[in-house]
């Protein structure tokens, strides 16, 4: 399975199923497509940019969905590809951070707890730089009124730049922990890969990094654009992330990190 976007200016969300040998299962959606049109109720961009099943084998899709403004938007379908109505009342549901400013908001990453809510991480930002944003929705579509008392935390200047902070993957671990990768703007060196871990209630865990952030600095002294882009948990609790930095004369490099 994958999702993702078709179109240009506007664009459409899509969420492609294929069977084994390659060929669209036409058993989901349309000829093994579900789409997604117009989300936030104008003709825009509706873009799937994470993906996960649930423990019903409904498909959750983050992205986000705009016209003139920008909303975090999360899909839900049903396993034929259909839009799971139960979820938001027509599938999905959008927000913005602050509610009613409509800066630009970003889904990238989505997973599922323990518990069977739906973790969302991206940014949120109102012109004046990005923070990172957690949302937690439970089965209905609706904010989790437990975390951090609103349904989503937010976290800025993780790498003493005061800008570029966003995550980019998510996931729970045993203890309910929610741990995010992404990075953040550095005050000297550039964006800085950055990963968070937060406590069930929505509060930054301080026996992790330092304060509850890892900031990793680039490893061969360049001064570029470096970034997490996913993590994962393995068999022995440990946590791997894989993300990129760039060397002094401007080469792309991947990196794997993995933490105890």
Excluded at 77 to 105: E, R, W, Y
Excluded at 161 to 186: K, L, P, R, T, Y
């Amino acid at each position: 399975m994958a999702t993702g976007l078709s179109g240009g200016s506007t664009s459409d969300m899509f969420v492609l199923r294929c069977l084994p040998d390659g060929t669209p299962d036409d058993s989901f959606g349309f000829r093994g497509a579900a789409v997604f049109t117009d989300a936030a109720g104008i003709a825009g961009r509706d873009e799937g940019h994470g993906m996960v099943l649930d423990g019903q084998g409904r498909i959750v899709v983050a992205g986000l969905s705009s016209g003139p403004f920008t909303f975090a938007a999360v899909w839900r379908f049903t396993d034929s590809g259909v839009p799971d109505t139960t979820f938001g009342g027509q599938g999905f549901v959008l927000h913005a951070i602050p509610p009613g400013v409509f800066p630009s908001n970003q889904g990238e990453a989505v997973t599922i707890d323990a518990s069977g809510r739906i973790l969302s991480a991206g940014f949120t930002n109102a012109g004046v730089g990005s923070d990172l944003v957690v949302w937690r929705f439970l089965d209905d579509g609706s904010l989790d009124p437990s975390f951090s008392s609103k349904g989503w935390v937010q976290h800025g200047n993780a790498a003493g730049g005061n800008d570029n902070d966003a995550g980019f993957g998510v996931v729970a671990d045993s203890e309910g922990g929610i741990i995010v990768c992404g990075s953040s703007q550095s005050s000297s060196n550039g964006p800085e890969v950055v990963i968070w871990r937060f406590h069930p209630p929505g509060i930054l865990d301080g026996s992790f990094g330092t304060g509850g952030v890892i900031v990793e600095p680039n490893p061969a002294g360049g001064m570029w654009n470096d970034s997490a882009w996913d993590l994962t948990i393995d068999s022995q609790g440990r946590l791997v992330v894989v993300g990129h930095w760039f060397d002094p004369t401007g080469l792309r490099r991947m990196v794997v990190w993995r933490y105890l």
